[in-house]
């Protein structure tokens, strides 16, 4: 079982609909970070949420953060063929025996035109 | 701007070589990081370094082995190749804290 849990774990859609993923945990992390993975590349940064609660947009990609900070979505509105790839969350957590960023297993999107 | 530079790209081993994945930076990042990437499991942390001279082991260290001689540099050794041991592996560097800010294009490993 994996500390962080992403669901969907893939997602096929028509261009122009909207999705949502979620990334859900037991535990509470200081931070949560989602990036985006193209075939052949390595992932892309695409923000970091601090705050419980928070809510951040980058132009059609909003991304919430739980009040709780155990849980977090992504929700694409209108999506664009750009728009697939895999989406990965990862969770940073500060202990004491060591900091610690986990990701989770990642969810799927093609967005069809 | 090349960011994050890993090389091989591609590489096939036979179980009991070793062999050196190469990471170099050019950001000036403190942070620096190597991930392996397996079907459905997302990214496990092998080993992390927050300064030159300073390493420490993430979640799957073993059978691998880093060093940190520079600020530019991350190079990650196979010590013994085993076949579990066949994945994309990722570098990553970051500025602050331990963020993987920037992520290379990933060495595509197979173990015979």
């Known amino acids: 079982t994996q500390l962080l849990e992403q669901s969907p774990q893939f997602l096929s859609i028509q261009e122009g609909e909207n999705l949502t993923v979620y990334c859900n945990s037991s535990s509470v992390f200081s931070s949560l970070q989602w990036y985006r993975q193209e075939p052949g590349e390595g992932p892309v940064l695409l923000v970091t949420?601090?705050?419980?609660?928070e809510v951040k947009k980058l132009k059609r990609l909003t991304f919430q953060f739980g009040d709780a900070r155990k849980d977090s979505s992504l929700h694409i509105t209108a999506a664009q063929t750009g728009d697939t790839g895999l989406y990965l969350c990862a969770g940073f957590m500060i202990k004491a025996a060591g900091n610690k960023l986990t990701f989770g297993g990642g969810t799927r999107v093609l967005v069809k035109p | 701007n090349a960011g994050v530079t890993q090389t091989p790209k591609f590489q096939v081993l036979k179980t009991g070589q070793s062999m050196t994945l190469q990471c170099a930076q050019d950001m000036n990042h403190e942070y620096m990081s190597w991930y392996r990437q397996d079907p459905g499991m997302g990214l496990r942390l092998i080993h992390y370094s927050v300064g030159a001279g300073i390493t420490d082991q993430g979640e799957v260290p073993n059978g691998y082995n880093v060093s940190r001689s520079t600020t530019e540099d991350f190079p990650l050794r196979l010590l013994s190749a085993a076949p579990s041991q066949t994945s994309v592996y990722f570098c990553?560097?970051?500025?602050?804290?331990?963020?993987?800010?920037?992520f290379g294009d990933g060495t595509r490993l197979s173990i015979l």
């Open positions: 990553a560097s970051g500025q602050q804290g331990l963020w993987p800010q920037h």
């Open positions: 949420v601090v705050t419980g609660g």
